[in-house]
């Protein structure tokens, strides 16, 4: 049998990998599942039909004597259902765990052929995703694995974020990456205890007008600095930027408004932790409706994408024609 490693032959590893490689899936939320629970597995059929990606997490939440029944679980699950569409990935254990080994040898060797990518936590930088890539490489020929299994590394401490560039173009397997709020904030000694989203102390004040009277003042994104950087690494390696888990269940809005943010700054999906966060995932990472009209006549008044015209009063040319077609094409992808 022809092996998938012939495909990546001609790019030695660092060469970025092209986006036209990468299957186009919609991944607008990459729906987190313990494995190790039955009551959870048993409901993973109905997800199937609910969510873009389905991910068995095997690492951090999922407590240390429930890590073998998680793999275990996660091999379980991975068997009993077809996927059709949608995406099916696990978080492994860090490379520096005790579990690790076991978790890429008996998930590749069981359910490598139905397995589409593993995300990668604390990844420092390109020299972690290179032994991940050959440790793939040896099981999938092994395993006889048909094609080829993709990384998506966590963007989640500062030794990580520093090298974030060379990490996104490190191996032609890379899929993208999701900012690690949570781990980041402990790498970088920040002062919260929240797993992403905003602080209510992390503002600006607005400068005094009168004497005593009360001052404006405006809650920052805490995340904007890491997200930007991130995005501009994965685009000029042709690789998906995410943004990560959103911790607070209880409030909708500041989790939407957090994927607002990601999605606008150029983010393809973020994680869902709890059902809620699914069907706010799906209506952030989906374009507006409004915006895709707008997109739709910038694209009829310029049949060749350039020269310049006016539409509402706004000038548009052909670097607003190829940001329309990025809403136009991501609306032709949702809708089909
Ligand atoms: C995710 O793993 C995080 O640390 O935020
Ligand atoms: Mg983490």
Same mark, same amino acid.
């Given at each position: 049998?022809?092996?998938?490693?012939?495909?990546?032959?001609?790019?030695?590893?660092?060469?970025?990998?092209?986006?036209?490689?990468?299957?186009?899936?919609?991944?607008?939320?990459?729906?987190?599942?313990?494995?190790?629970?039955?009551?959870?597995?048993?409901?993973?059929?109905? %997800?199937? $039909?609910?969510?873009? *990606?389905?991910?068995?997490? #095997?690492?951090? /939440? &999922?407590?240390?004597? !429930?890590?073998?029944?998680?793999?275990?679980?996660?091999?379980?699950?991975?068997?009993?259902?077809?996927?059709?569409?949608?995406?099916?990935?696990?978080?492994?254990?860090?490379?520096?765990?005790?579990?690790?080994?076991?978790?890429?040898?008996?998930?590749?060797?069981?359910?490598?052929?139905?397995?589409?990518?593993?995300?990668?936590?604390?990844?420092?930088?390109?020299?972690?995703?290179?032994?991940?890539?050959?440790?793939?490489?040896? %099981?999938? $020929?092994?395993?006889? *694995?048909?094609?080829?299994? #993709?990384?998506? /590394? &966590?963007?989640?401490? !500062?030794?990580?974020?520093?090298?974030?560039?060379?990490?996104?173009?490190?191996?032609?397997?890379?899929?993208?990456?999701?900012?690690?709020?949570?781990?980041?904030?402990?790498?970088?000694?920040?002062?919260?205890?929240?797993?992403?989203?905003?602080?209510?102390?992390?503002?600006?004040?607005?400068?005094?007008?009168?004497?005593?009277?009360?001052?404006?003042?405006?809650?920052?994104?805490?995340?904007?600095?890491?997200?930007?950087?991130?995005?501009? $690494?994965?685009?000029?390696?042709?690789?998906?930027?995410?943004?990560?888990?959103?911790?607070?269940?209880?409030?909708?809005?500041?989790?939407?408004?957090?994927?607002?943010?990601?999605?606008?700054?150029?983010?393809?999906?973020?994680?869902?932790?709890?059902?809620?966060?699914?069907?706010?995932?799906?209506?952030?990472?989906?374009?507006?409706?409004?915006?895709?009209?707008?997109?739709?006549?910038?694209?009829?008044?310029?049949?060749?994408?350039?020269?310049?015209?006016?539409?509402?009063?706004?000038?548009?040319?052909?670097?607003?024609?190829?940001?329309?077609?990025?809403?136009?094409?991501?609306?032709?992808?949702?809708?089909?």
């Amino acid at each position: 049998m022809k092996l998938p490693r012939d495909f990546f032959k001609p790019l030695a590893i660092g060469a970025p990998a092209p986006l036209r490689e990468l299957p186009v899936r919609l991944e607008r939320m990459i729906h987190f599942v313990p494995p190790h629970m039955e009551k959870v597995r048993a409901k993973v059929p109905d %997800l199937i $039909a609910k969510v873009d *990606v389905v991910l068995g997490n #095997l690492e951090d /939440a &999922i407590p240390i004597e !429930a890590k073998e029944a998680a793999r275990r679980g996660f091999i379980e699950m991975a068997k009993a259902s077809d996927f059709g569409s949608t995406g099916l990935w696990t978080r492994i254990n860090a490379l520096n765990s005790p579990w690790v080994l076991d978790d890429l040898f008996e998930i590749v060797r069981e359910v490598g052929d139905k397995l589409d990518v593993v995300m990668l936590p604390k990844v420092e930088g390109p020299w972690d995703i290179h032994y991940l890539d050959q440790l793939l490489a040896q %099981l999938e $020929a092994r395993h006889q *694995v048909r094609k080829p299994i #993709l990384i998506h /590394a &966590i963007l989640e401490t !500062a030794e990580g974020v520093k090298n974030v560039e060379a990490i996104a173009a490190a191996s032609p397997r890379m899929h993208g990456m999701s900012l690690g709020p949570a781990d980041l904030a402990a790498s970088r000694a920040m002062k919260t205890t929240r797993v992403g989203g905003g602080h209510p102390d992390y503002r600006v004040l607005a400068d005094a007008t009168e004497a005593g009277s009360a001052r404006a003042s405006a809650q920052q994104d805490l995340w904007h600095y890491t997200v930007a950087k991130m995005v501009d $690494a994965c685009a000029s390696a042709g690789i998906k930027p995410f943004y990560g888990p959103f911790g607070d269940f209880s409030d909708e809005a500041a989790c939407e408004a957090q994927f607002r943010n990601a999605f606008l700054m150029g983010c393809a999906g973020a994680w869902s932790l709890h059902p809620t966060q699914i069907d706010i995932a799906k209506k952030v990472f989906s374009p507006d409706p409004g915006e895709v009209r707008f997109a739709k006549k910038i694209l009829d008044a310029m049949p060749d994408g350039s020269g310049a015209v006016m539409i509402d009063g706004k000038m548009q040319d052909d670097a607003t024609w190829k940001q329309a077609k990025v809403i136009v094409d991501l609306a032709r992808i949702v809708a089909a």
